[in-house]
């Protein structure tokens, strides 16, 4: 039996963005990794209740997420700087903060749990209303890490391009 997975072309661009940030060294493959397992192991989760719930509540659902993206969307774009860390916090109040030092994340149980409750919630929206990646990953990377944008969005690329792995690999597999 043969099986026909073709990557299209979102999860190559998806994975190039990634490899280029891994060679510039902003991807964050730790959280990366962390947030993408967590995704894949909620996204079937979503998909169940998909088919249990009625498409009138999920187009509410979906309707509702995008509302919420783009007034975080427009209220991002009032901000002055440009590549500045997205979170307004203290860093002593967020739970994952890069050290200055050795420029990695400092990981802590409460960073652990948030990155993990990032992957969670991305996993179960895209099984569920079919958005995740960018929709929740880059505004949770904002809002609980000092990471710059351009550290957000590529760690943001390497978790939708360990996904897409996944699920091509799956598809494979099946």
Known sequence: MEVDVALNRWQINHAFGALLGLREGIVRYRAAALIGVTG?????????????????????AFAGVLGWVALRTWRQSRRVAVDQPESARPRSQLPCVVNPDAQRL?????????LAGTGAAAGLLSGLLGVGGGFVIVPSLGHFTNLTTRSIVATSLAVIALVSAGGVGAAAWQ
């Open 40 to 60: 894949m192991l909620l996204a079937p989760l979503g998909v169940q209740l998909a088919r249990l719930i009625p498409n009138p509540p999920l187009m509410a």
């Open 106 to 114: 400092t990981w802590t149980t409460p960073c652990a749990w948030a």
